[in-house]
């Protein structure tokens, strides 16, 4: 099959779920063109079924904001025309899923049908697409769908609280590619050495350090953490929340033992050696970077909303606790890490649930949508 993939190519959660499925759709010999205005980061163009074209919008002085989505459309017009695509995936709603409607609508000018799956994400729901600016728009953009799929179940019942929805929405989880030995491979540059002294525990936290992700509060809860064990937190991510969490550090007097690495193409240097992963965010719609961490052997101590309980489990891969409520979360950490039994038994349990979403699970029911797609044209 060839499949025109949309979406953002930046770090962090949607970017990296549609460029990782197409990189494993591309291994089982379809063809993939990755349509967007930069290079995904985690995309290797090595592989010849891999193909990207990138979107340039001009920058012209008349207009105030630069018409991105009638660049993508008429670039989605162009690419599925010059390289006969069969199905286009548009991954996070705004404004993918409304660009990919109006190049569906030129397309049908020209006699040419592709059907057109849209994913929804979180945000392009929960916070962006529920704003009534644009929520008009968005309502009839996944309405327009040919197929919508959700990454949980708890952001397909957002989605049909808060949209007027006509479709059905199929859930299909994110997933991770599990390998057995990764987490123990000490061959790559980073040692733990590097991170932290023999006797801490590691704890990280990854994210775009929005506030929706409540930065304060994983700062709250390592300063309770290291009272009571000898422990590093690792910070990994870029955002509006970082220079405030630096400040608090500073005010809280542990900016020796928290380090901000930025954003990382090497999560899994840091993976490998954490002892604990946080994530109290207020919502999610899925919490990859937890499935992430969960996948090195690392367990979660996370808030209990949106999907977030359907990858951590309480008590087998980690706790949830009510968001904000981070007297439990320290505590709950405290009692992971204090034994070195019971955090291997985490660790081992985190790993346990990690392979439900392994990729070899998960691809077949994307594929299995795509060819249900075709046979409508
Ligand atoms: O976490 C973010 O804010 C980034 C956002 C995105 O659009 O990339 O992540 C969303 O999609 C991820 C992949 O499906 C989910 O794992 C995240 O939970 C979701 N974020 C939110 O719902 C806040």
């Not at 759709?25 to 290797?44: C, D, M, N, W």
């Not at 190049?103 to 929804?120: N, Q, S, V």
């Not at 006797?199 to 953490?225: A, G, L, M």
């Amino acid at each position: 099959m060839k499949i025109a993939i949309v979406c953002y190519p930046t770090f962090g959660g949607s970017g990296v779920v549609a460029t990782e499925l197409g990189l494993e759709l591309a291994k089982k010999g379809h063809e993939i063109h990755f349509i967007t205005y930069k290079q995904p980061v985690r995309l290797s163009l090595l592989n010849p079924s891999i193909h990207f074209h990138e979107v340039n919008v001009p920058n012209y002085p008349l207009f105030h904001y630069q018409p991105y989505e009638l660049a993508l459309s008429s670039k989605l017009v162009d690419m599925a025309k010059l390289h006969q695509i069969d199905v286009l995936h548009v991954h996070y709603a705004i404004p993918h899923a409304y660009a990919g409607y109006m190049a569906k609508k030129m397309l049908e000018e020209d006699g040419i049908f592709i059907p057109m799956i849209t994913t929804l994400h979180g945000t392009d729901i929960t916070l962006v697409g529920n704003h009534p600016f644009y929520k008009t728009a968005v309502t009839f953009s996944i309405n327009q769908s040919d197929f919508v799929t959700s990454v949980s179940h708890s952001l397909k019942e957002d989605t049909y609280r808060l949209f007027d929805i006509k479709k059905d929405i199929h859930v299909i989880p994110n997933f991770i590619e599990i390998d057995e030995n990764k987490h123990s491979d000490t061959s790559q540059v980073c040692q733990r050495s590097v991170l932290a002294n023999s006797n801490e525990r590691i704890i990280t936290h990854i994210s775009n350090f929005r506030k929706v992700k409540r930065i304060p509060d994983v700062i709250q809860t390592f300063y309770r953490i290291q009272k009571e064990i000898p422990s590093k937190l690792m910070m990994v991510g870029e955002g509006p929340e970082k220079i405030h969490a630096e400040k608090l550090c500073d005010e809280l007097g542990i900016s020796d033992k928290v380090i901000f690495f930025g954003n990382s193409n090497d999560i899994e240097q840091i993976l490998k050696y954490s002892d604990l992963f946080l994530l109290p965010s207020e919502t999610e719609s899925f919490g990859l970077a937890a499935l992430e961490a969960m996948a090195f052997k690392v367990p979660v101590i996370s808030s209990n909303s949106g999907g977030i309980p359907e990858v951590n489990k309480e008590g087998v891969s980690g706790y949830l606790s009510n968001v904000g409520d981070i007297d439990e979360m320290s505590k709950n950490a405290i009692k992971i890490l204090k034994d070195d039994a019971v955090l291997h038994q985490f660790k081992e349990s985190a790993f346990q649930v990690a392979k439900k979403y392994d990729i070899s699970t998960i691809m077949p029911l994307y594929e299995d949508l795509y060819n249900q797609a075709i046979q409508l044209t």
